[in-house]
Structure formats: structure tokens, C-alpha cells
């Protein structure tokens, strides 16, 4: 289970971010973008940072975690597209094959609530 310690390295940094910002600062939420691709299951992810921060000034900071659907750049519409599936990266619109993945293997901190 890899979402451990992805969670504890989560959480080291929003704590190194609130600490930078000063001691009155208190972190209310951390919000990650997670892509399918990314290797991580969110439910896994969410039941590991909820172990992790227990016991922490972070204890009572929530993850947010917004998915990022797989998008490729299809060629033939000279445009980002969604695919059909996870198994088919074909486009949508024309079905063409696709082998540039644009988005969907996000895994990445996108912003850190704050209370001052």
C-alpha cells in the first residue's frame, strides 16, 4: 500500500507550507489533483492520510481529492479529447487511436487551505 506514504509526504509538505507561512496559520483542507493513471487509488489514499494524520496538528485537515479524467491529443481532430475508456485510448469524437496522454496521471498538491 504505496498511499501510505504518499500521505505522510502529503502531509509533510502542507506542514512545512503552514509552518512558512507562520505559526498563527491553520490548515483547514489540502486539495490533490489524482489522475487514473497515477497509480493511486483514492478511497486507499483517503483511508491512509486519515491514519496518518492522526495523532498530528493535521488531525483535523481534510483531503480533498478532485479526479482528473484521461485525455489524449488526438491527431486527427487536432485537439484534446477524452478517451472511451481506461482500456481503448481512442477519441471520442473520431475514434482514432491516441498515444499522447495529456491528462491522468496527475498526483499533485493543488492548492492548501489556509486560516490565518
Same mark, same amino acid.
Given at each position: 500500500?504505496? *498511499? ?6 502529503i502531509l509533510e509538505?502542507? *506542514?512545512? *507550507? ?16 489524482v489522475g487514473p ?67 491522468g496521471r496527475e ?5 492548501? *487551505?489556509?486560516?490565518?
Amino acid at each position: 500500500m504505496h *498511499e501510505l506514504s504518499i500521505a505522510l509526504s502529503i502531509l509533510e509538505f502542507a *506542514e512545512e *507550507e503552514a509552518q512558512r507561512r507562520g505559526h498563527a496559520a491553520r490548515l483547514e483542507a489540502i486539495h490533490l489533483k489524482v489522475g487514473p493513471l497515477s497509480g493511486v487509488v483514492k478511497e486507499a489514499l483517503l483511508t491512509a492520510y486519515q491514519l496518518a494524520s492522526e495523532q498530528t496538528p493535521l488531525a483535523d485537515c481534510r483531503l480533498v481529492i478532485e479526479e482528473i479524467p484521461i485525455a489524449i491529443y488526438c491527431s486527427q481532430c487536432r485537439a484534446e479529447r477524452p478517451v472511451r475508456s481506461i482500456q481503448s485510448f481512442r477519441c471520442v469524437e473520431c475514434d482514432t487511436p491516441g498515444c499522447q496522454v495529456v491528462h491522468g496521471r496527475e498526483l499533485q498538491i493543488s492548492a492548501l *487551505e489556509l486560516l490565518e
